[in-house]
C-alpha cells in the first residue's frame, strides 16, 4: 500500500502473539512507507523497539481478554473459584473434603463410683498433628454393663473438629440490612455439617432464594476454593432478614482429606479433659474414607452430568452421577443395567469409595436411602425411580504395571529426571483422573511424560516396555475378600489370548491343617449382540468351532445377572455364536442384548484344585534327581508342581517323591539351590497354558473367598470391562534412568 493511500490495511485478527502481530506490524511499514525511508529492521533500530513494544503490549492485552473469556465459559475455566461462580447458576456446588472413620476403644474405670460413664458426641480424641475425631453418637454404660465389656467401650468415630460460633461468641449480629453476609472461622467447612440459627430460631440452608418467600427463615452458605463458609441471608422478598440486633449463631465441623486416613494406635489424645470415668482411648483399627475436596477436573465433568440428570434419575447414568455428586463418600461409580426381573430391570451400581476402596455396607444402605428420601438435608428429596431397584456393587480393581526406561541428557541429574518421569505417570493415573471401563491408551502414557510436549528438562526420550494389567487379586463383585495374599509366579506361554480365571476357595481334604485348597474355573468373557431362547451371537468372539462342546471340554455357559447364577450347558458353537441346552431354561429369561456374559469350566492339570503351601530349603543339593531339604514337606506329594523360586530365577519342578524333611525332584541338569530359595505349591492349567501359585497374605484366606488371575499384553493398549477399576499403586511403577549424572 503506498504511502499517503487512503486504503484501510489489512490485518489478520488471528495473529495473537508476539511475533505474529510483530510481523504484521512489519508488513504495514514496509508497506506504508515506500523505498528506502524505512528497510532497517534490525534489532537496534529505535523503530524496532517501537514495534517490539506496541507487540508486547498488544500480546499481553490479548491474552488477558482472551483469559477473561476462558474464564466465563465451565469448559474452559482454570481458576476454580470462577468455576464454582458458573456452576452456582446451574444449583452444582462441588463436593468437598471427606472426613475418614474409624471405631475408638475407650478404657473405662473399674470404680463403680464413677458410673454411669457418659461419652458425650462432642468428646474430642485428637493425634500430635491435630487431627480431631468425634464420637458419631453419645454413649452411656452402667457399670454393670461396663463389667461385662472387660471395662473398655468401642464407639464409632468421624474425624471433624467441631466448632461452636454461638453464645458468648456467635458469628455476628444482624444490622437488619438486606443480604447480610458471615464468613466462618474456621475452616475447610466439611459438607453437611453447619447448621445455623438466629438467636435460637433455626434456619434452613437452601441453595438459592428463588423460591423462597419474604418470611421464609432460609440462608444460602457459599465455600470458595479454600473451604471458607460464606453464610447469606435474604432480602425480604426472597427469604427473612434476621431481625436486628439478634445474634447469627453457627455449629460446623472442619477438616477432611486423605491426611485423616490415619493407622491404627495414632488416635489417643483428649483434646481437654476426658470424661468422668474415662480412662484412656485408643484407635485398634485404621481410619478410612477419607478423601480430597472435587477437583476442578472432575467438577468439570461432572456439571454437564448434572444438569443432564436434571436432579432425577431416569437412565442408569443418572444413577452413577447422583450417587458420586449427592453423597460424599462416593469417589466414582458406574452404573450397568442387570436383567428383566418381574417388578423391572434392576440397575447395578458399582462403587469406589473415597480412598479406593469397595463400598462399606453402610455406604451402600446411604446410596440406597439417598435415591429413595434424599440426603436429609433440608429440601432435598429421593431422586430414584418409584419402584427401580439398586443393587450395589463392588468394582473389580485391577492394578497397573508402567516399566518405563527414561533416557536422559548427558549433564543432567537422572535422579531428579526419572522423579519428575515418575511424578507425571503417578499423577495422570491418579484415583481422580481415571474411570470404570476405561481404555488405557499406550499413546496417552507416551504423551504424558513426551520431553517435547510436557518439556521435561534433561529427558530426552522415554521407552515403555511394560504397560499393562498384572494378573491382579481382588474382590470379586459378589463375594469380598477375606485373605490378603496375592497370586505369584505367573508363567504364560506365548500367544495365550485374553482369559480369566476365577479361584474360589474351598474346604480341603487330606491336607495338612489350615492349609488352604482352591478350584479355578477358566472364564472367557464376551458381550450378547443379539440372542434366542436357545442361542446367542457374540460379534467379537473368537472361538474355534464346538470348541465349547459339553461332552469335549466342558464347558458352561454363565449371564451375569444379579441374581442367583443361572448356567447352562453348551451343546455347539461357532467362531461368534453359542448353542445351548434350553432343557433347563432358555436364554429370554436371563439376558437381554448387550449383557456380559461369560463361558466357563473347571479347571487343572490332573486335578481340580490346588493348595497353598509354602517351604523354605534350609541345604544346597547339587544333581539330576535333586533332592531338597526343607522346613516342611506335609502336602506335597508325587506329581505335584512346585515352583522353585531362587533368587531372580523361578523354574517349575515336579515332585517326584516327598519325604520328612526333604523334597525330591527328578530333573535333567545340575544346578544348584541355595538355602534362602521358596518352594510353592504350583497349579497348572489344562495344556500348561497358565500357571501360577497362591500365597497366603498375613490373614489367610477363608471358605468362599475368591480372587482372579488375568491375563493382558506386556504392552499396548487396553481394554478394560464396565466394572473394572484402575489403580496404579507405587510399587508398580518402575522407572529406570539411563545416563545422565547419578
Known sequence: MAAGS???????????????????????????FPGELWTDFNDSNFGTFLLDLISYATDLIAYSENSHVLETVAATVIREQNFRNIAKTYDFVPKG???????????????????????????????????????????SLTFIAATGLGFSVNVPATQGDEIFENGASPLGTSDGSTGQRYTLLGSPLIDGTLSVKVSATPYVIILNFIEAGPSDEVCTVNVDENGIGTITFGDGINGKIPPIGLNINAVY????????????????????????????VINNVSATGGGPKQTLANAKMQLPLVIKSNERAVTSQDYATIAVQDVPSVLKAAALDGIFLPGGTAVLLYIVAQGGIPPTPALANQIITTFRFGTGAPGSFGKGMAG??????????????IDVDAFVDQGASAVVVGSRVRERLAFRYQLENVDFGIDL???????????????????????????TIRPYFAAHINQPVTGNGTVDGIVTSLGVARREWLIRFVIGAAVPAGTRVFQVLERRLGTITTLSDTSLLDEGADYVNDELLTTANNWVLHVQEQVQPSVRPILGNTVDSI????????????????????????????????????????????????????????????????????????????????????????????FTVNPTATLDWFWQSVGGTVGFAVVNGTTIFAIGDEIYVDTYPLSGDLTLRPENFPVLDALDLHVVTIGGTK
Open 97 to 139: 473434603a471427606v472426613p475418614s472413620t474409624t471405631v475408638l476403644t475407650f478404657g473405662l474405670s473399674t470404680n463403680p463410683l464413677d458410673y454411669p460413664v457418659t461419652i458425650p458426641s462432642e468428646t474430642k480424641l485428637g493425634t500430635v498433628d491435630s487431627i480431631v475425631f468425634q464420637p458419631d453418637i453419645p454413649t
Open 441 to 467: 491408551d499406550l499413546q496417552d502414557a507416551y504423551s504424558t511424560v513426551d520431553p517435547f510436549q510436557q518439556q521435561i528438562e534433561g529427558l530426552r526420550r522415554v521407552f515403555f516396555r511394560g504397560f
Open 388 to 401: 427401580k431397584r439398586v443393587i450395589i456393587r463392588s468394582p473389580v480393581f485391577v492394578n497397573m504395571v
Open 253 to 280: 465441623k472442619t477438616g477432611g482429606g486423605t491426611n485423616t486416613n490415619l493407622p491404627a494406635g495414632t488416635i489417643k489424645e483428649f483434646v481437654g479433659t476426658p470424661p468422668l470415668g474415662v480412662l484412656s
Open 6 to 32: 487512503n486504503q484501510s490495511p489489512v490485518f489478520d485478527f488471528t495473529s495473537l502473539d508476539f511475533d505474529s502481530i510483530r510481523n504484521d506490524l512489519i508488513r504495514y511499514a514496509q508497506a506504508t
Open 579 to 670: 448353542q445351548i441346552d434350553s432343557t433347563f431354561g432358555g436364554l429370554l429369561a436371563l439376558a437381554n442384548p448387550g449383557d456380559s456374559y461369560a463361558v466357563e469350566r473347571t479347571d487343572g492339570n490332573g486335578s481340580n484344585s490346588g493348595k497353598v503351601l509354602r517351604t523354605t530349603a534350609v541345604g544346597v543339593t547339587l544333581g539330576g534327581a535333586l533332592t531338597v531339604p526343607v522346613v516342611l514337606s506335609s502336602g506335597f506329594v508325587t506329581g505335584n508342581r512346585v515352583l522353585l523360586r531362587d533368587g531372580a530365577n523361578s523354574q517349575v519342578l515336579v515332585v517326584a517323591s516327598a519325604a520328612v524333611g526333604s523334597i525330591t525332584f527328578t530333573t535333567t541338569t545340575n
